[in-house]
């Protein structure tokens, strides 16, 4: 459980953004935004792997990649969006006193 708790924390903290901002429009090409946010993203991983509890209590957060990507959310996204904050406000809990998962969230951000 620790293993499937630290990839939910990785996924809804950095995993999501950063696919998002790799590919904003379809003009726009990878290697046009990666050197524009990648530093940012390297930097919050050196952070993240300094502090594995603000990930979990959400202290932490990713800074904004200055990325615009346009939002698409219809009726039966805004409700898996729902689930999915409820889901991780329950693995979030569960992962405040797990210190295995703290030491996973660590080698995953220093794995850099």
């Known amino acids: 459980m620790a293993a499937l708790r630290s990839m939910a924390l990785i996924s809804d903290s950095v995993m999501w953004k950063v696919l ?3 590919k904003p429009t379809a ?3 990878v290697l046009d935004v990666l050197p524009m946010f990648w530093p940012k993203v390297h930097a919050f991983f050196v ?13 932490l957060e990713m ?3 200055g990325v615009a990507t346009a ?3 219809s009726a ?3 409700k898996r969006s729902e689930r999915a904050k409820a889901d991780m406000h ?8 797990a210190p295995l998962v703290q030491r ?3 080698s995953a951000f220093t794995a850099t």
């Open 71 to 73: 939002p698409s959310e």
């Open 63 to 65: 800074p904004d990649l």
């Open 104 to 106: 996973l969230l660590v």
């Open 90 to 97: 329950r693995i979030c809990a569960r992962s405040e006193d």
């Open 76 to 78: 039966i996204g805004a």
């Open 27 to 29: 003009e726009q090409h």
């Open 20 to 22: 998002r901002a790799v």
């Open 47 to 59: 952070e993240a792997a300094k502090n594995p509890a603000g990930i979990v209590d959400r202290s």
